[in-house]
């Protein structure tokens, strides 16, 4: 049986420094964030992709359409922490 995931992050106290990290990863990939409000990505990556995403309740979109929105935010995450990682590996291996 699948398991449910958790919208909420393990560390509770890390959710707004991984919102202003959301909202910094998503700007450098070039999407217009305003980082007061991060939480507000998913809107600009979803009128980019021509994903019709609307406040509240957003039943009419396809799994296939929230996922676009999701993964684009979510890898782009990903890819800078991978970045970071790396960096910061390849600082240590220099001493």
């Known amino acids: 049986m699948a398991r449910r995931r958790s919208r909420r992050p393990v560390v509770r106290e890390a959710s707004a420094s991984l919102e202003a990290f959301k909202a910094q990863v998503m700007k450098n990939e070039g999407f217009n964030v305003n980082v007061q409000e991060p939480h507000n990505v998913k809107y600009e990556v979803a009128r980019t992709l021509g994903i019709p995403l609307q406040r509240g309740y ?7 359409s929230a996922g676009k929105i999701g993964g684009r935010i979510g890898g782009a995450m990903v890819r800078e922490m991978v970045r970071m990682a790396e960096r910061n590996l390849a600082g240590r291996n220099s001493r």
């Open 58 to 64: 957003n039943g009419h979109l396809s799994t296939e």
